[in-house]
């Protein structure tokens, strides 16, 4: 067993866990950063999805690391790929042209802008990496985590690794049940946030599902797969609310709930408008919602097609959760997912209705050679929701909410340790509920929901921060998990710096005025300009 010692350890290396390793690294401290699968970026990378983000994304409201990492996933398409002259001179270059944001790109961009991002620490000592590993114990001295055991997934060696400050960036919030922590799951009762759209007493299982995620291009021929194992069993899965087999175009509107038959058209009319969250969800037209190359943005031939990420409704996986289950339950759980998705893609290339009136699409071809997933799909489930930490304060709906604030005008706090911005969008739950999708303001991320109720040295960095399950639908995007993995490592190196605890930090004016003024000459916006929400 390897021991080591460090400043900061930071367990996951997803957006957050990437964001909060840089913050210290870049404050001087020494980080340890262990991530469970090969590639770093999380919902960016290995789980395949590109960045979902607000309407202003290109004027305001991130972190200057995040705008970092956004302008650096541009360069590497303008530096390696063969765009064409009206792409290369295009200052908002988005690879995909998706709807679902400004920035749609392939995953290994996004892996390898984290990687440049990241390289001078590992070259100069600063940073460990510890990759594949996953947390399996925790060393707990009454309220302090001394230590954390890492069990590497490639040679089933152990490492323990000591540090003054532990930030978990897992994506299902792992280290809080090992370390005693105290944490939510599922919905809160009303009973308990007062949240109007919370059933009245606590449900604990009751989770967002998730979804396992792949690529797909069109191109000549015949890449029909396998017929899945239990494709007839996906293929009679019906909600009750859902209007139609969920192996169909057809579902929910996530913000009306009616029934809503999308279109979906390999290589169809190039979208006339450019992706903006607060006008249109951009979901209508599926070829185009999520695609993350356009051959069109790259001189003629290079590409024989699009490339489009399928993260939509019909792959949410229902029939259970990966959070507070045996190993061999989640295990089946990822199984179910991976069946699902394939099934779905089976569905496409063979019945899914042709705008020419036929049926199937066997053009269609799996991209696995782009995700590096098993059985071709993403590396890693994507995931919405996590185990959250209960902290010193929470956000509630009553924060968010248009309808319930009566405006629209940003939420503050004078604790601000950064912004944020998307709708309280829940996907269909494993309790049955449909989508919770909710207008929203704008808000400024508290301090408060870093700092856990009892323990003094482990921090949230993502999914697990003082979120409800209401609100963690408008914290979980890309962009709010890297700003508050970037707080978390602030936090830590700021503590250590002054020697002093985050609780104080939060709790003595003079520190916290010290620490948000720092955030600000980092490029951390505390706080946002006369927007309204949507």
Known sequence: MTELRTDILVVGGGLGGVAAALAALEAGRRVVLSEEYRWLGGQLTSQAVPMDEHSWIEQFGATARYRRLREGIRDHYRRWY?????????????PGNGMVS?????????????????APHLASGALTLIQPAVPTAVDVDGDHVRAVTLHHLTDGTDVVVA???????TELGDLLPLAGAEYATGFEGRSDTGEPSAPEQAQPANQQAFSWCFVVDHVDGDHTIDRPADYDTWRRQQPPYWGAPMLSLTGPDPRTLASLTRTFTPHGPRPSAVADQGKDPGDRELWTFR?????????????????????????????GTLVDVTPEEAEHHKQQARQQSLSMLYWLQTEAPR?????GFPGLR?????????????????IRESRR??????VTEHDLSIALRGHGRPFTTTESVGVGMYRIDLHPSTGGDNYLDVASAPFEVPLGILIPRRLENLLPAGKNAGTTHITNGA???????????????????????????????RNTPALLQEFQSLLTINGVELHWPDVTGY
């Open 102 to 118: 400004r920035l749609c790109a392939e995953p290994r961009a996004g892996v390898a802008v984290i990687s440049a991002m990241l």
């Open 82 to 94: 063969p765009l064409t002259a009206a792409a290369l001179a295009d200052p908002t270059l988005n």
């Open 163 to 169: 540090a003054d400050y532990v930030i978990d960036a």
């Open 355 to 359: 705008p020419d009136g036929g049926t």
């Open 291 to 319: 695609r993350i190359l356009a051959r069109d943005n790259f001189t003629p031939g290079a590409f024989p097609s699009d490339l489009v990420l399928v993260n939509w409704p019909m792959i949410d996986y229902l029939g």
């Open 475 to 505: 914290f979980r995007l890309h962009p709010v998990e890297w700003n508050i993995g970037e707080a978390a490592g602030s936090l830590a190196a700021f503590s250590l710096h002054r020697t002093t605890t985050p609780r104080a930090v």
């Open 389 to 394: 930490l209960l902290t010193e304060t929470r």
């Open 366 to 382: 799996l991209r696995g050679d782009v995700t590096d997933g098993p059985d071709g799909l993403a590396m890693a489930p994507y």
